[in-house]
């Protein structure tokens, strides 16, 4: 006796595409917010907008690092991207001025609290070093060299993001998913955008 399949309810397939998109919300909410780039043009403003918002990334990492507590990377995204948008209202400092006086305090606490015998906190500073440095160099340059060498740190930052996540070491998996979508994004916009 010879069965046929049963098709499948359509219940059940529509039950496995939401839990594979609830599996991948990271990656989907990155994606989403990084297609807000291709939207509009790539000015210089633009460019430096993103340069500076480069020295959150690396410099989550290495608050987290120093914190040893991999639960609070999006709190610490949250407090870093507040401080930015707060800093962008107002004329007396650059915002990554800031960013570099909290950078400083950060290895300063963390290497008072021996986080600097550790591998994970050494690396993050070398990341930040590199990263912070090509945005630097962003803010510094002008714009269509600016607009590649930024685009060249959200890209390497999305890289060093996935291997985080392959690694599952120092953020949360779900930030380092989130990120390289974002940044991967980001970087693709700063390069395609003013070509068309």
């Excluded at 507040?82 to 606490?109: G, S």
């Excluded at 600097?116 to 714009?143: I, K, N, T, W, Y």
């Excluded at 390497?156 to 380092?176: E, I, M, P, Q």
Aim: with cysteine; glycine share 10%; aromatic share 8%.
């Amino acid at each position: 006796m010879t069965t046929t399949p049963r098709p499948a309810r359509p219940w059940t397939t529509g039950r496995g595409a939401l839990a594979a998109v609830a599996k991948r919300w990271p990656t989907i909410l990155g994606v989403g917010l990084g297609v807000d780039i291709f939207i509009g043009a790539v000015t210089q403003d633009t460019a430096r907008s993103y340069a500076e918002a480069l020295l959150i990334l690396p410099l989550g990492y290495v608050i987290v690092a120093a914190l040893g507590r991999r639960r609070a990377t999006w709190p610490v995204l949250a407090v870093l991207s507040a401080l930015v948008v707060t800093l962008r209202l107002q004329n007396w400092v650059e915002p990554f001025v800031v960013l570099l006086a909290v950078a400083l305090a950060v290895v300063i606490w963390g290497s008072g609290h021996g986080r600097h015998r550790e591998r994970d906190f050494r690396v993050q500073l070398a990341g930040m070093a590199a990263f912070g440095a090509l945005a630097l160099a962003g803010l510094a340059v002008d714009s269509d060299l600016a607009r590649y060498l930024v685009a060249a740190g959200w890209l390497a930052h999305g890289v060093w993001d996935w291997v985080h996540l392959a690694k599952d070491r120092v953020v949360s998996r779900s930030f380092a998913e989130w990120c390289g979508a974002l940044d991967v994004m980001i970087a693709a916009g700063l390069i395609i955008v003013p070509l068309l």
